[in-house]
């Protein structure tokens, strides 16, 4: 049995906004995490646009210059997406997405 599509980009679409939203709450700049976690700053643009999906080691290294545990950005995102797979019909699940993820506290530190 496989993941269905719908599932995945919406799980990849909630971290993406996880990262870019705790990016912003630290008040740093793509630069700034792409030093810190020793990426390319290209490589956090199209993370964060969604243009590109992040390798699980590439996601690590994000979330830990983030000073917040994958596992439990993975875990909110977790939360997100299914809040996403109920919503209400007729709402953009790209709206909701960035409403869920707004709700969603990280704890600080890892």
Known sequence: M???DSTFDELCSC????????????G???NQVAKIA?????????IESGA???SIATYARLALALD??????LCKAEQATAALQNQRPGKDSAQLSIEQSSSIQLTEGV
Request: aromatic share 2%.
């Open 38 to 46: 020793g990426i390319n700053r290209m490589a956090v643009s199209f």
């Open 52 to 54: 590109r999906i992040p």
């Open 28 to 30: 740093l700049s793509m």
């Open 68 to 73: 917040v545990s994958p596992a439990e950005m």
């Open 15 to 26: 971290l993406r906004v996880l990262l870019k939203q705790r990016r912003e709450d630290l």
């Open 2 to 4: 496989s993941l269905p």
